[in-house]
């Protein structure tokens, strides 16, 4: 998984890849689309002084909509007093060639007497998309966690390899907001927060980049697990909860029946589909009749971020549109941290293959596209 360090977008959207974004004009960049499955937007920038807040970020920008009447952007379901928007992003519409009008949607917004910039210990920017469907409205928000709650940060090495960078403020910010994501959609299909369960399973805790953020009155009811002891070890001296180390093959150590819900940020995204079915059964053994399972997937919106140049583009959809899996390469992030036996890859779902294969164990109750950072988010519940 690569997270997008908030403050170094750019050079998080260039990547390892060696492919070159082409511009729009180029001769081969055909397949230009007015809209993405799920509209890409991010924070980048977020400073205070004092009680004044400067917030930058670009979000794709739909011409001649009109003005929402709290504006395009809110902070802590606040107007912003100043906001420039859509602002020229050359960086943003060479990542996204294949989006109409993508170079046009930065924006820069301040806000002068935010006396409290954390309530409840987050702070959250919201842009404004009305017709958003309810269920994905957590897309539409981005969370930025209060610093001084968060003194104890995991090292370079161990945020490394959860995520493919470094950043400690992304680390946070893209940790909290996609806790309160996960934490929406919940709300969403199942009326209860992530921490009213009473047991929930972190499933890939990887150093608790999310797990982090589960409510410390609540610790009792989190468990996370994970293949990679170092990191697991880290999170039982740092964290609040429990922490367990697992393999890379099922079982988990833990009884039938286990967990209301549970989920698993990018780790699907990395199992070889035999083994992913494995998981599947297994993830159904520990989950509760009725829980919600969780998990992301590499779709359209990964293979959009991925700046591939329009010919790789396309082989990419029309191969997860054939095959509804699609291997993409292996994956060394864990070596020398986890036995895998090559087992960790990158993989592709398409969500009609997601639909129709993983049915077999649980209810498909919603993909939602581009959700958790590039990822979709699958929805299911236990039948
Ligand atoms: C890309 S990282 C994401 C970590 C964490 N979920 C996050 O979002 O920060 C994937 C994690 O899944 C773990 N993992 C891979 N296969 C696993 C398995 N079969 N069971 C549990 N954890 C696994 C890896 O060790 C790694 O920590």
């Known amino acids: 998984m690569r997270v997008n360090p908030v403050g170094r977008l750019a050079r998080w959207l260039r990547g390892p890849s060696t492919a070159q974004a082409p511009s729009p004009q180029s001769p081969g960049a055909r397949g230009i689309e007015r809209r993405l499955v799920a509209e890409p937007w991010y924070v980048d920038r977020v400073s205070i002084s004092g009680s004044r807040l400067a917030a930058e970020g670009w979000s794709m920008a739909v011409p001649g909509a009109i003005e929402p009447a709290e504006g395009w952007f809110t ?34 917004a301040t806000i002068d007497d935010l006396a409290q910039p954390y309530p409840e210990g987050v702070l959250e920017i919201r842009r404004v998309v009305p017709d958003t469907p309810f269920v994905e409205r957590g897309r539409d928000s981005w969370f930025k966690p209060d610093p001084a709650l968060h003194a104890g940060l995991p090292d370079e090495a161990r945020r490394l390899r959860v995520i493919g960078n470094a ?8 940790g909290a907001t996609d ?5 929406r959609a919940l709300l969403a299909v199942a009326g209860r927060h992530l921490a009213d369960f009473d047991r929930v399973l972190d499933w890939g805790v990887g150093c608790g980049r999310v797990a982090r953020h589960f409510p410390a009155a609540r610790a009792q009811a989190l468990t996370g697990c994970d293949i990679d002891a170092d990191n697991v070890a880290w999170c039982a001296a740092q964290l609040r909860g429990r922490f367990v180390h697992c393999a890379i093959d099922p079982p988990l150590p833990f009884p039938d029946a286990s967990f209301d819900a549970l989920y698993g940020i990018s780790v699907f995204t990395h199992l070889q589909e035999p083994m992913q079915m494995r998981w599947l059964e297994e993830l159904a053994r520990v989950a509760a009749g009725g829980a919600i399972v ?9 293979i959009d971020f991925s700046r591939q140049p329009p010919a ?7 191969e997860v549109r054939r095959h509804g899996i699609v291997f993409n390469g292996t994956n060394s992030q864990l ?22 294969v993983w049915s077999r164990w649980f209810d498909i109750l919603h993909i939602l596209p581009g959700y958790i950072l590039h990822h979709d988010l699958v929805m299911m519940r236990r039948r």
Request: one cysteine or more.
């Open 75 to 108: 902070v802590n379901g606040r107007r912003f007093d100043s906001l420039r928007y859509p602002l020229p992003r050359a960086d943003v519409g060479d990542v996204f060639w294949m989006r109409e009008g993508a170079a046009m949607c930065g924006f820069e």
């Open 167 to 174: 950043d400690a403020e992304g680390f946070l910010i893209s």
């Open 179 to 183: 806790y309160h994501r996960i934490d």
């Open 294 to 302: 969780a998990v992301t997937v590499h779709g359209r919106t990964a």
């Open 312 to 318: 790789e583009h396309r082989r990419l959809v029309e």
């Open 335 to 356: 070596d020398g941290h986890a036995d895998h036996h090559g087992e960790y890859v990158n993989v592709l779902h398409g969500a009609d293959y997601v639909r129709r």
